[in-house]
């Protein structure tokens, strides 16, 4: 038996078939293109991301075995989507979670704000979902009002063309995220709906994350009529996948960004100190189970741009030999704050900031202040947390790099554990799939796929280099004054 796994990123879609025993049989992946109309504007074609679907789901299928046994889905979350009900067509392109342009909306109800984390466990930002369906419907008219209209995130969407329609849902991971949903009651809150002006009738209805979700259509997907038993937001599926399934658990996933989760059980821990409280997942039997978040939000992003905004890289690849030709970054100190800053600052009017540059730097000591950066970020959410946990699994693209996550464990003086399967993601909601349609029994048996790749033990650190960082980010945040 296999599972069908689709991961719909921010720059692309990822199609695993995983096979009973937690191995990659096959794979497919295909991009999609990314819009930036204005400065600080990020939008994705709803429809360029279904075909992206459709093929990396065909070229994964081609390479299987046998048919699958189901589908799971994740994909990126935040992100607004609208569609008829009727077509399945979208009237504009989607708002991504990377975009600030909601930044006016939240200043305005900024009075609500203690209101709001207290309900959703978030806090008021661009990044999510609620104010840039606020923006919308005050700014696109002709789009909120055409037709009969569904809102929702990637997953939704993604439902519903694989259903051809027949599907409006969600799931609490991803509800969650969208400052619509009330954590504690497990719903979506009238009070929040009001405030950020969403029509409760056109959300999709909540389901669990794994169990009976919805049934391909063959004449919308490829000529398949198989389950979707499971979904999760990309960062609950990558704990999931990394089977962090206690509480105490703790992955990073290195993206587009970099998302620390830890496991806190059935208990709701709040933060003060910029950290997320979000639904992990949520049983058939109705049973939560709830993580703290902390959210960087350029990463991978960071390297993308020293290769496409730059062109000092040819491939993300190379970053780590070339970082290794130079002992050090030279004193140069890069602050990737290219959408704001995420967790623990929340400051979205923070720009990147590139600080100690000499007649004397080259392009390895700025790929190599990027790799430095990336391992920063995450310590500032690790000391936030200020975790008790033995170890930090690590996933995603930027994992692989070896210099790193040397880099990581050094910083954060933990080890850092990579598993053989770095798509951990998709991972997640092939096991979310499987578990919902009987592949595999119990998350017991799921923990027993799990296999280490690389640990990677933390060496001497005296902290110099972090406190220039610290001082980095509070030029970077003060760029305007």
Known sequence: MSVLAIDAGTTGVMALVVSEDGRIESRGYEEFAQHFPRPGWVEHAPEEIWQAT??????????????????????QRETAVLWDRTTLAAPRRAIVWQDRRSSDVCERLREHEPRVSELTGL??????????????????????????????TVDSYLIARLTNGARHVTDPSNASRTLLYDITRGAWSPELCELFGVPRDALPELVPNYGEIGRTSPEAFLGLDLPISGMA????????????????????TYGTGSFILVNTGDEIVRSAAGLLTTVAWQAPSGAMTYALEGAVFVTGAAVQWLRDGLGVIRSADETEAVARTVPDSGGVVFVPALTGLGAPYWDPEARGTILGITRGTTRAHLVRATLEAIAFEVRDIVETMDLPAP????????????????????????????PVIQETTALGAA?????????WSSQEELRETWRLDR???????DGSAYATWKKAVDRARGWAS
Do not use: H
Not at 431 to 439: C, D, K, N, R, W
């Open 54 to 75: 459709l093929a990396a789901c065909r070229t994964a299928l081609d390479g299987a075995s046998a048919t699958p046994r189901c589908v799971g889905i994740t994909n």
């Open 123 to 152: 806090r008021l930002d661009p990044y999510f979902t609620g104010t840039k369906l606020a923006w919308l419907a005050e700014n696109d008219p002709r789009a909120w009002n055409a037709g009969n209209i569904a809102i929702g």
């Open 233 to 252: 937001g990309d960062q609950q599926a990558a704990l999931f996948g990394q089977t962090c399934f206690a509480p105490g658990d703790v992955k990073c």
């Open 391 to 418: 170890v930090l699994k690590a996933d995603g693209g930027a994992s692989a790099n070896d210099l790193l996550m040397q880099m990581q464990a050094d910083q954060i003086g933990t080890p850092v554990e990579r």
């Open 431 to 439: 096991f979310l799939a499987g578990l919902g349609a009987g592949v």
């Open 455 to 461: 640990r990677f033990e933390p060496g001497p650190d």
